[in-house]
Nanobody, 129 residues
Framework: QVQLVESGGGLVQPGGSLRLSCAAS????????MGWFRQAPGKEREFVAAIKWSDGSTRYADSVKGRFTISRDNAKNTVYLQMNSLKPEDTAVYYCARGRNVRYYTMINYARPDAYDYWGQGTQVTVSS
């Protein structure tokens, strides 16, 4: 069973930066995508960003474009989320997830939570002065 372990969350002031990491216990060529989602209290889980291990293709939610950057280190089976210019509305629990092995999926599909089969336990990000 795949295990995903997030780290790097914490408390940061508005305008500050954090880098989240997601270490996967294993990686298969057939499960090519990884994603980051977040969930604030009382709200549904929402897509943040996704990336493919193979070619580095990425997709971002409009709310984080230009501020967040997703990247991966294939040798370490680790995906990162660099978050800059953080705002109070970015406060949430951030989850990483492994994309399902579906041949016809594109990066558009990976913006949906149901495109993922394994999830990490989450890491809290709080943006407050």
């Amino acid at each position: 069973q795949v295990q995903l372990v997030e780290s790097g969350g914490g408390l940061v002031q508005p305008g500050g930066s954090l880098r989240l990491s997601c270490a996967a216990s294993e990686r298969t060529f057939s499960n090519d995508a990884m994603g980051w989602f977040r969930q604030a209290p009382g709200k549904e889980r929402e897509f943040v960003a996704a990336i493919k291990w193979s070619d580095g293709s990425t997709r971002y939610a409009d709310s984080v474009k230009g501020r967040f950057t997703i990247s991966r280190d294939n040798a370490k089976n680790t995906v990162y989320l660099q978050m800059n210019s953080l705002k109070p509305e970015d406060t949430a629990v951030y989850y990483c997830a492994r994309g399902r092995n579906v041949r016809y999926y594109t990066m558009i599909n990976y913006a949906r939570p149901d495109a993922y089969d394994y999830w990490g336990q989450g890491t809290q990000v709080t943006v407050s002065s």
